[in-house]
T-cell receptor
Framework: DSGVTQTPKHLITATGQRVTLRCSPR?????VYWYQQSLDQGLQFLIQ???????AKGNILERFSAQQFPDLHSELNLSSLELGDSALYFC???????????FGQGTRLTVV | KNEVEQSPQNLTAQEGEFITINCSYS?????LHWLQQHPGGGIVSLFM???GKKKHGRLIATINIQEKHSSLHITASHPRDSAVYIC????????????????FGKGTKLSVKP
């Protein structure tokens, strides 16, 4: 158990809908990262937060947004969902931005 | 061409064999990670390297910064080692090599037969 908790584990939703994925980092970790793993693209970095502020942005679509709350948990919001958004979404956390991160178990999103 | 290339893509071994997975990259890096992803999907961080060699149990990871190459070795392989092994690098060009913007290889799927 990495100490990073993601909910829900599985999510099935229809095209056009909006979903929110939640991540609770390890106790004491200030940095949260979101990654997407799809069959055709592999793992890709989406976005990073550090202590509530956005720190780095990767290949995140405009339909997606994220935030980190004062209690350090983070949410990834995916809207106007398309079939191609079906993927595993991972959250990871680290104590500082440049230290090793620990991954959650992922949320498997299926868009039908 | 991908910035991070792994070989082989697939690897089948017999229990007890010595296994090597290779990772080559084309960008300047601040660190390289080896990750393990089990069939259930969860990802575990195995090593983070910036130079030399690290060992944890039966796993050994090495990196040659000049040659832009890293290897992951598994000694005395066991069926429970069956997983996808992913190499990822932190590029110096991106946010000074922050952990966030990792560039991932496509992974090596390892199957160890009893």
């Amino acid at each position: 158990d990495s100490g990073v908790t993601q909910t829900p584990k599985h999510l099935i939703t229809a095209t056009g809908q909006r979903v929110t994925l939640r991540c609770s980092p390890r106790s004491g970790d200030l940095s949260v990262y979101w990654y997407q793993q799809s069959l055709d693209q592999g793992l890709q970095f989406l976005i990073q937060y550090y202590n509530g502020e956005e720190r780095a942005k990767g290949n995140i679509l405009e339909r997606f947004s994220a935030q980190q709350f004062p209690d350090l948990h983070s949410e990834l919001n995916l809207s106007s969902l398309e079939l191609g958004d079906s993927a595993l979404y991972f959250c990871a956390s680290s104590s500082l931005p440049d230290t090793e991160a620990f991954f959650g178990q992922g949320t498997r999103l299926t868009v039908v | 061409k991908n910035e991070v290339e792994q070989s082989p893509q697939n690897l089948t071994a017999q229990e007890g064999e010595f296994i090597t997975i290779n990772c080559s990259y084309s960008v300047g890096i601040s660190a390289l990670h080896w990750l393990q992803q089990h069939p259930g999907g969860g990802i575990v961080s195995l090593f983070m390297l910036s130079s030399g060699k690290k060992k944890h149990g039966r796993l050994i990871a090495t990196i040659n910064i000049q040659e832009k190459h890293s290897s992951l070795h598994i000694t005395a392989s066991h069926p429970r080692d069956s997983a996808v092994y992913i190499c990822a690098v932190r590029s110096r060009a991106i946010y000074g090599g922050s952990q966030g913007n990792l560039i991932f290889g496509k992974g090596t799927k390892l199957s160890v037969k009893p």
